[in-house]
């Protein structure tokens, strides 16, 4: 039993101060919602849309919440078990997305609860929706999961952002990108018109045009602070990472959001200027594999300590866009286009490296080979999920294809974003110990083949 209690308490300690401070922004986005429902203003659950639907539905005057994350905040301190022993209980497959689960445990007590968020619910919870934002990008269980929910939350409407994902060669036929960008256009604008029908008002273009100019310069710093952690020893970890990462991913149009980032910018350089590792004793670097076990960060804690193994970098589709060439935005008035831009690039951003290496599907392919080449990696932690197939169907092929080509090695420790019953702590550290001489063993093969 204390055994239990130990492992539903390893929270990662994080490196830098401003990681330590970045729950602030979680917890705003709930506060923010609570409060706009009190005030009778409308609050709706958004999957992440990488900014294609947010920012729309933000200068509309709604507050977003984001389920994926409020799972995720649950998972982490501790709190996501009940609502997925409730998703069970209702009938829903232990398989699916553990974020989906967690969602809908939580629903049917939001239901029964007379739709006030139970005085026990993590942040405060999420207040009930007048819109279901949903997304096609990335996740087949998206179509379904927002559908699902009228079981708890009838009557709420769904609306489903779609967005092209074409093949890594099919992305340089000539007009096809110019071709999804008109086509993600025409959606959102549909998606206005629905908005204003929803909420009997008229959408403000020169405030989306603020949001979205805000959302860039906020993106753009994000980026900068990536690059600054090319540098060994790596200033930063992935420990860092996914506490920081709320601020750009979720709050990109919030001055505040833009203000934190100019502090981790800041507290990032002054380590890389100062040669001060995140961690003491780095003597490896690795490129974490998809979503993190958000209830076990504490895990790379003790891989740090113990094997000097830094993180230092990971989750490819948390980071921040690649920026757009000026060249492709400039003379670009209409806020909508800049949005589809933004979401096209986010899932094409590494398509020339995909192609360079002949690797499908370069959405996911591409940006791990950068990472894994450009931050100087000695090997891979891939963490394939139990209840997440698009986050973990093309781990092994990456994992292969990133050890035959770039010789560096990857270990695969199995476990789940959610489900902290799933991830086995002493299996993970003994795997883990066990591919030190093979980090070892493929370093060497580098330094002969002239790849360091």
Known sequence: MEKEKKKKKRTSSKTLQTAREAGYFGKKILANALQAQEEGRPTGWSMVTWYQGELIAKAMGMEIVFPENYGAFCAAVGAAEANLE??????????????????????????????????????????????????????????????????????????????PQTGTEEFYIPGNKEAGIRFIVKHLREFVAFLENLLGKKMDYDKLSEIVDQTL???????????????????????????????????????????????????????VDNRIGAIPNEKYRML????????SLGFF?????????????????????????????????????LIARLSYRKWSEFNDVALKYELDPGLFMGGYFHFAKEYQIDGVFCHPLMSCRPATYTLLHA??????????????????????RVFNDEEAFSKVEAFLETMDHYREIRRKEGLM
């Open 399 to 420: 994992k292969n294809k990133i050890e035959e080509i770039l010789k560096i090695p990857g270990v695969v420790v199995e476990g789940d974003i959610i489900d902290m």
């Open 288 to 295: 974490f594999v998809e979503l993190p076990p958000w209830g």
């Open 86 to 163: 409730t998703s069970d209980g209702e009938g829903f497959p232990s398989t699916i997305c553990g974020y989906a689960r967690n969602c809908f445990g939580y629903a049917k007590k939001l239901a029964e609860n007379d739709f006030k968020p139970p005085e026990d619910s993590p942040g405060g919870g999420m207040a009930k929706p007048a819109l279901l934002l949903a997304s096609g990008t990335a996740c087949d269980a998206r179509y379904k999961w927002f559908q699902a929910l009228g079981r708890y939350l009838d009557n709420t409407p769904v609306w489903t952002l779609d967005l």
């Open 301 to 337: 804690d003790e891989l740090a300590e113990k094997f000097g193994i830094a993180m230092a970098i990971e989750s490819w589709s948390y980071h921040t866009v690649v920026p757009i060439p000026e060249e492709e935005i400039e003379g670009v008035t209409d806020p909508l286009e």
């Open 217 to 271: 310069k906020t993106l753009n710093l994000a980026y900068e602070v990536d690059l600054l952690r090319k540098t060994v020893p790596a200033p930063m970890v992935a420990q860092d990472f996914w506490a920081i990462m709320v601020a750009h991913f979720y709050l990109p149009y919030d001055p505040e959001a833009y203000e934190f980032y100019q502090r981790v910018y800041d507290e990032v350089k002054y380590r």
